[in-house]
């Protein structure tokens, strides 16, 4: 109602005057965005609001807030090369719709990215982000694996000198006789069985826990090939994390991404809102000792239903 009285008030001006002043004033800031790098994912998103006094109420794909002034660009300044991002109408949760641009592309680690939106005017608003690595080939701590009293099976990881982690999964590879069957499995582990110690972030890995859905998906694939009752073993394990560097924070909630869009907050947005981010990601993966695959239950037949 606010925003309605002033501009009511301001078109009463304009008829006692040729000169009309337009109430909204954005400070230079044209555009809020979001997004990130994903090394994971193989179509790259960008989120985009226009900075206008029209809010961004999008019921139906015919409305005029539905057409956005707007082409995006990804520059990738280490090689140098540009890529056009495409804009998608994407219907959210509560059955608006909101402005996405998306493109398919390999994430490269240590690439400097330039994201750069463009109005029709020329106008641009831009951010910048690195891609974080890992300069190791092998950067893991890894204790042996410890069996409980209940026969439970558990292995701690370190994690020495490394960016923030965003995510971790733990990789394990189980094959079938005779090449019947062939699998990578991951299992994800929340940020939060996350400890640090001594300046190292440490997981302790639950790997019993872990065979019920590798058993699962196993159970699964094999039924859908119709294969007779087959053997399964482990035969390696791994992990895989996500890192991301000391200029961006972890965002783990959807309010976190929704208050990167307000004036004020922390932004490496120029000439807007919001922010433009990158992952790095590192995996490392070695042999299961058979002492190990037998502790965990392997081989493992699977009744084909």
């Given at each position: 109602?606010?925003?309605?009285?002033?501009?009511?008030?301001?078109?009463?001006?304009?008829?006692?005057?040729?000169?009309?002043?337009?109430?909204?004033?954005n400070e230079d800031k044209y555009y809020t965005i979001f997004g990130y790098l994903d090394p994971l994912e193989e179509i790259q998103q960008l989120r985009l609001i226009p900075i206008t006094r029209f809010p961004e109420d999008i019921?139906?794909?015919?409305?005029?807030?539905?057409?956005?002034?707007?082409?995006?660009?990804?520059?990738?300044?280490?090689?140098?090369?540009?890529?056009?991002?495409?804009?998608?109408?994407?219907?959210?949760?509560?059955?608006?719709?909101?402005?996405?641009?998306?493109?398919?592309?390999?994430?490269?680690?240590?690439?400097?990215?330039?994201?750069?939106?463009?109005?029709?005017?020329?106008?641009?608003?831009?951010?910048?982000?690195?891609?974080?690595?890992?300069?190791?080939?092998?950067?893991?701590?890894?204790?042996?694996?410890?069996?409980?009293?209940?026969?439970?099976?558990?292995?701690?990881?370190?994690?020495?000198?490394?960016?923030?982690?965003?995510?971790?999964?733990?990789?394990?590879?189980?094959?079938?006789?005779?090449?019947?069957?062939?699998?990578?499995?991951?299992?994800?582990?929340?940020?939060?069985?996350?400890?640090?110690?001594?300046?190292?972030?440490?997981?302790?890995?639950?790997?019993?826990?872990?065979?019920?859905?590798?058993?699962?998906?196993?159970?699964?694939?094999?039924?859908?090939?119709?294969?007779?009752?087959?053997?399964?073993?482990?035969?390696?394990?791994?992990?895989?994390?996500?890192?991301?560097?000391?200029?961006?924070?972890?965002?783990?909630?959807?309010?976190?991404?929704?208050?990167?869009?307000?004036?004020?907050?922390?932004?490496?947005?120029?000439?807007?809102?919001?922010?433009?981010?990158?992952?790095?990601?590192?995996?490392?993966?070695?042999?299961?000792?058979?002492?190990?695959?037998?502790?965990?239950?392997?081989?493992?037949?699977?009744?084909?239903?």
């Amino acid at each position: 109602m606010r925003w309605t009285s002033i501009i009511v008030l301001a078109l009463v001006l304009t008829s006692c005057s040729d000169t009309f002043l337009d109430p909204f004033d954005n400070e230079d800031k044209y555009y809020t965005i979001f997004g990130y790098l994903d090394p994971l994912e193989e179509i790259q998103q960008l989120r985009l609001i226009p900075i206008t006094r029209f809010p961004e109420d999008i019921i139906e794909p015919h409305e005029p807030q539905a057409v956005i002034d707007a082409k995006v660009y990804l520059r990738d300044l280490t090689i140098p090369r540009v890529e056009r991002w495409w804009p998608v109408l994407e219907e959210a949760e509560d059955g608006s719709y909101v402005h996405t641009y998306v493109d398919t592309m390999e994430v490269k680690a240590g690439h400097t990215y330039q994201i750069e939106i463009v109005r029709s005017d020329g106008i641009m608003t831009t951010a910048k982000t690195t891609v974080p690595r890992v300069r190791t080939e092998t950067l893991l701590l890894r204790n042996g694996p410890v069996q409980l009293s209940d026969l439970s099976v558990f292995q701690e990881i370190g994690v020495p000198n490394t960016p923030e982690l965003w995510d971790m999964q733990v990789i394990y590879m189980v094959e079938g006789t005779g090449g019947s069957y062939s699998e990578r499995v991951m299992v994800a582990y929340d940020h939060d069985q996350l400890s640090s110690n001594d300046g190292v972030l440490r997981y302790n890995l639950s790997l019993t826990a872990d065979q019920e859905p590798i058993q699962f998906k196993a159970q699964q694939r094999l039924n859908s090939l119709g294969s007779a009752n087959t053997s399964i073993s482990l035969t390696a394990m791994g992990v895989r994390f996500r890192i991301i560097d000391d200029a961006w924070f972890p965002l783990f909630k959807k309010t976190d991404v929704l208050n990167l869009a307000q004036p004020g907050t922390f932004s490496n947005v120029e000439n807007g809102y919001g922010f433009f981010g990158s992952m790095g990601l590192y995996e490392e993966e070695w042999e299961v000792q058979p002492e190990l695959a037998n502790l965990l239950g392997y081989p493992l037949t699977i009744q084909v239903n």
